[in-house]
């Protein structure tokens, strides 16, 4: 009797917490689905984002964008947050020894890429105690370029610059120039056991050839001093050869009599880039065939086939001229505007600059 006098209660108590399930249930579940909805429903696909060029034509700008943007805004000297050069060495660091270990090197890629492998390659000359041969520069790229290190660089300022952290000659002396030498490709990010370790070759060779400058040392967990005698290197020795100096002041000079501002504007739109990369958008049919047989018949890039639409949705491919016109139109930069191409010749020539010259006429190019 007791159990059935208890029945009754038991079964309202089953009722009411059935009840509070149910609704929480169905609570979480619009939950869910209203979120699904905001993510997926109404969210537009890659391929119409692609598609649409209606996006780019002509942004709606909001009415702080329309209005007239300070000169200060435009064109003052960006905030350094307290930021300095860190290319002084530590009490800790190790002043170049004299060595008769000779590291030469090949530097590949364009300028920018070439100057990084160099800088790497005086901290692997440190690390190894060694001397470093002044690095050849690449023929044999896209440009063909036949400049040596001097007539890019001041090779006498570079030498002297590092004088204290590494011991840097022009030329292996002339009885080692026949005697076999390591031939190395260096794995590339390697930190400081890496090149230690390397240091074992001294036992068998007297000099070491690196193939390509570009096997760059670890970004981290370096020690301080090598951290800094790469920028000592790259910001202090690398300086450009008198005559370059003397020739980037007259183009200044030059654009800034033009109209006192300008805007130097690497595109980074020529056809190695593009080809390399497969990024293919915008082009025609013909010209992403002639980049993707380019690609195939360049044996020093590994990876031959590219899907361009995931390339570009990744963030792995350069603003085509007319995206970067309205892009500086969006910040505020006026139709007349100076715009120095600081690149080579963009691919597709006039018929693809057009597309910038349609926002800011005043272009100047170096071809």
Known sequence: ?????????????????????????????????????????????????????????????????????????LWGASLSHGLHPCIKPT??????????????????????????????????????????????????????????FSD????????????????????????????????????????????????????DYQVIHVAKSDSRLANNDLPLDIQRLRCRALYRALRFSPSIESLGKKLVERLRSHSGRYIALHLRYEKDMLSFTGCTYGLTEAESE??????????????????????RVGGFCPLTPKEVGIFLESLGYPPITTIYIASGEIYGGEARLSELKSRFPNIISKV
């Open 1 to 73: 009797m007791a159990n059935n006098r208890g029945y009754p209660h038991f079964r309202r108590f089953l009722s009411r917490r059935q009840y509070i399930l149910t609704t929480a249930l169905f609570t979480i579940s619009a939950f869910v689905f209203s979120i699904f909805l905001l993510l997926y429903g109404f969210a537009p696909k890659e391929d119409d984002i692609l598609k649409d060029d209606t996006r780019l034509e002509e942004p709606q700008q909001s009415q702080s964008v329309q209005q007239q943007v300070s000169d200060e805004n």
């Open 91 to 148: 009490v800790r660091h190790k002043a170049a020894q004299g060595s008769d270990h000779y590291i030469t090197v090949r530097s590949n890629g364009g300028l920018n890429q070439m100057r990084t492998g160099i800088s790497d390659m005086v901290a692997v000359a440190h690390i190894m105690n060694a001397t470093l041969v002044i690095p050849q520069l690449d023929k044999r790229s896209f440009w063909q370029d036949t400049s040596t």
């Open 152 to 203: 890019i660089f001041d090779e006498l300022h570079f030498i002297t610059t590092l004088q204290d952290d590494v011991r840097i000659v022009k030329a292996l002396p002339k009885e080692l120039e026949s005697i076999p030498r390591a031939r190395k490709h260096f794995t590339s990010w390697s930190g400081m056991g890496y090149y230690e370790e390397m240091a074992r070759l001294w036992k």
């Open 290 to 311: 002639e980049l993707r047989i380019m690609r195939e018949n360049t044996n020093h890039w590994k990876v031959k086939k590219i899907n361009s639409t995931e390339q």
